[in-house]
């Protein structure tokens, strides 16, 4: 009797241990603190496209360059190799869907193929890409490209085919949507798997116009592929190395305003996209960035504009108060668990890329990050901190 009455007491204080460490977990606060900062001798405004963790190397284009004028930089901001990839014998041609460091070469993917090309911007090979995107453009893209490790050792792209409109759409969409698409950098080929949970918010019948767009992160460091859409609350993590299984599904908190139009499958169609893409921007909340570390990353929010500031025929001054209406936050996932509560970011822009442990980089036009005009360009790094 006295045994038992032990082990029941041991039991007692372990599951007791347990609430309170669950406890302090949801109590964790973070915020951003300014750390460092990229300064470029560059005058003419650029795209930064990724960052190579080990090598500490940027990849950037410039901005307004038709002639796709590329560079790979130092963390210093000194330019180490420079090419113009529009024309000529190393070039990809000007449609940008994604580009990045993928080991050590760096990988364009364009409209119809993709293009690996080695550190000094040199050709290396290319290959026929199978995509459907709803956006291309000239020599940047929407999305931070995400790569994975197998256990094998091979190293992939996550390709993000599914951003667009498959055919039929949308009525059997979500039934036949692979969420992860793994190209590998070696020989181009596309391997496929993770669906959305059948008891979801996209499987329940009801349309969400212009919401269903993926965003991804993973690298080399990681366990598994993360993704969530931009409508959803559910961030699934999937591990490609067991048969692109779902191992996670972390929900995550909408945050208000976020009145997304939503209509019955049966009304869904490319025009009806048309028709509430517009008011689901301008209304609705997104899960619109990812990006991180291993297993430790961040997942951007921006919710949507204040309806009460929602005017027709809105004046240039109207636009801007409803626009700067938006508020962006970040959530803390580590371990395969949200860390704390969504953390605010009230400062110009957004963070783009992960460049350190738990380090970000500030990106926005130059003019909204600086109080005054530099003869330089400096983009400030940020680090997520607990707060004490």
């Known amino acids: 009797m006295k045994n038992s009455l032990f082990f029941f007491s041991v039991l007692i204080i372990l599951a007791s241990c347990n609430r309170h460490s669950d406890s302090i977990e949801k109590k964790l606060s973070y915020e951003f603190v300014k750390v460092d900062s990229l300064v470029m001798d560059i005058l003419e405004p650029v795209h930064i496209l990724d960052y ?6 940027y ?16 963390k210093k901001g000194e330019i ?3 090419n113009k990839l529009s024309e ?7 449609v940008l869907l994604r580009a990045g460091f993928v080991g050590d070469e760096i990988m364009f993917v364009s409209d119809g193929k993709v293009f690996v090309y080695d550190l000094n911007l040199k050709q290396l090979r290319r290959f026929p890409f199978e995509q459907n995107p709803r956006v291309k453009l000239v020599h940047f893209s929407l999305d931070n490209l995400s790569t994975f490790k197998s256990s094998n050792g ?19 969409f979500y039934d036949t949507l692979n969420m992860v698409h793994l190209l590998d950098v070696k020989s181009g080929s596309v391997q496929k798997g993770g669906q959305l949970n059948k008891n979801g918010k996209f499987r329940s019948g009801r349309f969400y116009p212009f919401m269903d767009k993926p965003v991804y992160f993973s690298d080399k460091q990681s366990h598994f592929v993360s993704t969530i859409l931009y409508g959803d609350s559910t961030l699934y993590q999937i591990d490609p190395n067991q048969d692109f299984k779902i191992v996670n599904q972390i929900h995550l908190e909408r945050i208000q305003p976020d009145l997304i139009q939503d209509i019955p499958m049966a009304d869904a169609s490319f025009t009806t996209v048309k028709e509430y893409r517009s008011e689901n921007v301008m209304l609705g909340g997104a899960f619109n960035e990812m990006m991180g570390n291993g297993d430790e990353f961040i997942v951007g929010y921006r919710t949507g504009a204040n309806p009460e500031l929602v005017f027709e025929n809105q004046t240039p001054e109207q636009r801007k108060t409803m626009d700067a209406s938006k508020k962006r936050y970040y959530y803390f996932i580590k371990d395969g668990t949200q860390s704390g509560g969504p ?26 990050i600086h109080e005054f005009e530099k003869d330089y360009q400096c983009y400030y790094i940020y680090e997520l901190r607990e707060v004490e």
Do not use: C
Request: net charge negative; charged share 20%; aromatic share 10%.
């Open 80 to 82: 180490l190799t420079e």
């Open 88 to 94: 000529g014998p190393d070039a990809f041609g000007m």
């Open 343 to 368: 953390i605010l970011w009230d400062l110009p822009g957004s963070l783009k890329l992960n460049v350190g442990k738990n380090r970000y980089l500030q990106y926005g036009d130059q003019a909204e």
């Open 52 to 57: 190579h963790k080990e090598k500490e190397l």
């Open 154 to 172: 091979d190293l992939s792209a996550v390709a993000n085919l599914n951003d667009g409109y498959y055919q039929p759409y949308p009525l059997d």
């Open 59 to 74: 990849l950037i284009v410039k901005q307004a360059s038709m002639e796709g004028h590329y560079m790979v930089i130092n």
